[in-house]
Nanobody
Framework: QVQLVESGGGLVQAGGSLRLSCAAS????????MGWFRQAPGKEREFVAA????????NYGDSVKGRFIISRDNAKNTAYLQMNSLKPEDTAVYYC????????????????????WGQGTQVTVSS
């Protein structure tokens, strides 16, 4: 059983940056593709970014492409989401998730393919 704990959320002004972290425990971190999703009040959960097990492949949602960067440090059992040029519409609870499926990284857009989820961290961007 993998436990995921997000941190790094907070309040930031539009145009600012935040870095989210997702610390994993209880499993072999390098065996999991990792993803970030977000959910704003009254909206469906949205794919943000995903990264392959080795970190060599990444994928981004259209709304964050060019502004956010996903990375991972398998030695530290941690995934990251660097968020730059933040906009008020980025305001949401951000969740990290782990996908234990073997095989080729498929981009990680589908939430139902993830096996483990963190509790989420709030990101609020003020205008």
């Amino acid at each position: 059983q993998v436990q995921l704990v997000e941190s790094g959320g907070g309040l930031v002004q539009a145009g600012g940056s935040l870095r989210l972290s997702c610390a994993a425990s209880g499993g072999t971190f390098s065996a999991y593709a990792m993803g970030w999703f977000r959910q704003a009040p009254g909206k469906e959960r949205e794919f943000v970014a995903a990264i392959s097990r080795g970190g060599f492949s990444t994928n981004y949602g259209d709304s964050v492409k060019g502004r956010f960067i996903i990375s991972r440090d398998n030695a530290k059992n941690t995934a990251y989401l660097q968020m730059n040029s933040l906009k008020p519409e980025d305001t949401a609870v951000y969740y990290c998730a782990a996908d234990k499926r073997a095989g080729i990284f498929d981009g990680g857009r589908i939430a139902s393919t993830y096996d483990y989820w963190g509790q989420g961290t709030q990101v609020t961007v003020s205008s």
